[in-house]
């Protein structure tokens, strides 16, 4: 099977991480007694004052700033929940538990735990349950194209892509069969006398330098058995062959994990194969309304550019994650996730005490058709400590002659978006448009 459709099949499932008690959204409160007075909306945060503001900004936002990122300090807004997730919630919420095993119980659809007692032994599974099932979560989603997008700078303002790293396919399609809120059927898509929790397709590769036309394409099947792990179906073109692997979300190479861990943009890891720790909550500056879609890059005419984002304060509880699975437990993650919305905030990735990468996600949120917010990724910055080698192009061999990638000052910066820095892309959300037929693995080779 292509090694990069494989890379892909892992970065969908393994899409990576509050201060009192709650009930139901409220708005988020500093938990620091000078970080109302020192955050004032209206405040522009760039590279001339940043260190000020050390302390709320996710190490990935930092990185962002120093090649030329703006953040605008805007209100902290409440975001409630739509009113289909809030319905589920108060529905079924009484009735979740959790067993000896910490594998969450008579689960339906809305938030499972929507009060968390931060002093509970159990209260960061809790809060992983809270994230995974989350109301960010959609019913369907369809998006062409998707992918990791590869790009590089040498100084502030000057951004290049890096399509020898872009890991693209030509559109993702996902269906939630389980814990729908949004679009009819609810809350479960047919009988599902399966199992699934959702599914997910992944059409032919777009073109890239690399020679991959057309690597493949792929289906993946998320259970709701806890102890079930994914499967991966892929197709080859040249073999005309589909061939089923279990795609273990955690058993990756040093080299995949460059690329899968930060996308966790609708297919979230699976929770019950990490083991959590609560580590406390903090203030934490976040996006969550994006004024554009995609976020996070804006085209100049010769070069892309960092533009202006709206952040605000929020609370986050510091969720660590550690891999069960033996041989893994060195791949830790921190997730910062949200108190009142629980989608994450920023998220740092360690093998052993090494941090080897940093994510922050750009949120957009919408009003619900009902009631309420709904949530979309509208871009998302991954930062990898271990840069890879620089392309042979022309304009990137330009870039580093006159600038210099060893520069103290300015050295290579790589990173990569989920989103295409351009706008002819095609998103559904909640369409009810989405198919079953799609998923069946057979159809890869029509």
């Known amino acids: 099977m292509p090694s990069r459709l494989i890379a892909l099949a892992i970065l969908v ?18 938990s620091s007694p000078g970080a109302a007075n020192t955050l004032l909306p209206g405040t522009l945060i760039d590279s001339s004052n940043d260190p000020r503001y050390t302390q ?40 979740v538990g959790l067993d000896q095993e910490d594998d969450i119980t008579n689960y339906v659809a809305g938030a499972p735990f929507p009060t968390v007692d931060v002093s509970d032994p159990k209260a960061a599974v809790k809060i992983a349950y809270n994230w995974h099932m989350g109301p960010f979560m959609p019913d369907d989603f369809s998006l062409a194209p998707w992918g990791s997008f590869a790009y590089s700078s040498a100084e502030p303002n000057n951004i290049q892509p890096e399509e020898d790293y872009n890991y693209v396919c030509d559109r993702l399609t996902f269906l939630r069969f389980a814990h729908r809120t949004e679009v009819d059927p609810l809350p479960t898509f047919g009988a599902n006398s399966q199992g699934f929790e959702w599914k997910a397709r992944c059409n032919e590769w777009t073109a890239n330098p690399a020679g991959d036309l057309g690597e493949g394409s792929g289906v993946w099947l998320r259970y709701l058995d806890p102890h079930r792990g994914d499967e991966f179906y892929g197709f080859n073109p040249e073999t005309r062959r589909v061939r089923r692997t279990a795609s273990a979300s955690i058993a990756v190479s040093e080299a995949c994990r460059s690329c899968h861990q930060p996308y966790w943009a609708y297919a979230l890891p699976k929770t019950e ?16 309304t994006a004024s554009e879609e995609p976020a996070g890059l804006k085209q100049q005419t010769t070069s892309l550019t960092l533009p202006e984002e709206p952040f605000e304060l929020r609370n986050a509880y510091i969720l ?17 996730v949200d108190t009142e919305a629980y989608v994450w905030l920023a998220a740092e990735f360690f093998d052993a005490s090494e941090r080897t990468a940093v ?29 890879p080698p620089t392309s042979g192009r022309a304009e ?34 909640n369409s009810g448009d989405v198919g079953e037929e799609i998923f069946n ?3 890869l080779a029509r």
């Not at 194969?273 to 969550?288: K, S, W």
């Open 396 to 429: 990137h061999s330009a870039i580093q002659t006159r600038n210099g990638i060893t520069s103290p000052n300015y050295p290579r910066w790589f990173f990569r978006t989920l989103r295409p820095a351009r706008e002819d892309f095609d998103q559904k959300i």
């Open 359 to 387: 994510a922050v996600p750009l949120w957009r949120s919408h009003p619900s058709p009902a009631g309420g917010n709904l949530f979309d990724l509208a871009g998302e910055f991954y930062i990898p400590s271990r840069q």
């Open 441 to 443: 693995p057979q159809t």
């Open 320 to 336: 660590e994650m550690t891999p069960k699975a033996a041989g893994f437990g060195n791949l830790r993650g921190l997730v910062f």
């Open 273 to 288: 194969t990490y083991r959590y720790r609560l580590l406390g909550t903090t203030p934490l500056l976040a996006c969550m």
């Open 56 to 95: 709320f900004l996710p190490a990935a936002v930092q990185a962002a700033i120093r090649y030329g990122m703006k953040i605008r300090l805007v209100p902290t807004q409440r975001l409630d929940w739509s009113a289909g997730f809030t319905k589920a919630t108060e529905k079924y919420s009484s009735q």
């Open 13 to 30: 499932s393994v899409a990576v991480l509050g201060s009192a008690s709650h009930s139901y959204p409220q708005a988020a409160q500093p």
